[in-house]
């Protein structure tokens, strides 16, 4: 069975501070997609990211930095210089070859003025 | 990148009345279409899976003839909560996806429900 973790339920930040997310995925798959998606208070999911398991290679666009371990099941999510637009609840995900997307429980970040 | 809308946004119903969600695939065609139940501060949580032209398949726990689901077309599938109670409140989302699109879902902008 495929199974996603957020350990973290909710983060408070200051704005400018760097904050992770940290996404532990168990999967028996070989192939499978990982992703992240930001919900806003609007609750339209907006889509991050997605990463095949054959690809490790770290991830940066702007702000937003990904970092792909298969090594230790993560798919870790690092805002850097936050800012209060960045808060949302954050869900990482998890596909398999013809399944369902198993979300995580999601983390809700806070960033304060 | 595909588009999927749903409609209406938000919908205020009574206690006993039936109300139906559409979500449509604006720019693909959509063999398979998936509808989410999220209650506040909760995860998403998978309600059943829809093929075009198949009954939907339901996951455990999720009232069929309840949440009546169908996908008549490759662009439109809906949910129409039948009977809805209080209990029913919640944000349902749906997404689909496509031919070659084994690993992708596309989400639509999700529907608040509420039921007085």
């Known amino acids: 069975a495929q199974k996603v973790t957020q350990a973290q339920t909710e983060i408070s930040v200051v704005e400018k501070e760097d904050v992770t997310l940290d996404c532990v995925y168990e999967t028996r798959d070989t192939t499978y997609y990982l992703f992240w998606y930001k919900q806003p208070p609007s609750g339209e999911l907006v889509f991050l990211i997605r990463?095949?398991?054959?690809?490790?290679q770290n991830e940066i666009s702007g702000r937003y930095s990904w970092n792909f371990q298969k090594s230790t099941s993560s798919f870790n999510f690092t805002i850097t210089a936050s800012q209060v637009v960045d808060s949302a609840v954050y869900f990482c995900?998890?596909?398999?070859?013809?399944?369902?997307?198993?979300f995580g429980p999601g983390t809700r970040l806070s960033v304060l003025p | 990148g595909a588009v999927v809308s749903q409609h209406p946004s938000w919908v205020i119903c009574k206690s006993g009345t039936s109300v139906k969600i559409e979500c449509r695939s604006l720019d693909f065609q959509a063999t398979t279409m998936f509808w989410y139940r999220q209650f506040p501060k909760q995860s998403l949580m998978l309600m059943a899976t829809?093929?075009?032209?198949?009954?939907?398949?339901?996951e455990q726990g999720v009232e069929k003839d309840k949440f009546l689901i169908n996908h008549a077309s490759l662009t439109l599938s809906t949910l129409t909560v039948t009977s809805a109670h209080p209990e029913d409140s919640s944000f349902y989302i749906c997404?689909?996806?496509?031919?070659?699109?084994?690993?992708?879902?596309?989400f639509g902008p999700g529907t608040r429900l509420t039921v007085t």
């Open positions: 997404s689909a996806t496509g031919q070659g699109l084994t690993y992708e879902q596309y």
């Open positions: 995900a998890l596909s398999g070859y013809g399944q369902n997307f198993v």
């Open positions: 829809s093929n075009e032209g198949s009954k939907a398949t339901y």
């Open positions: 990463r095949n398991s054959f690809d490790e």
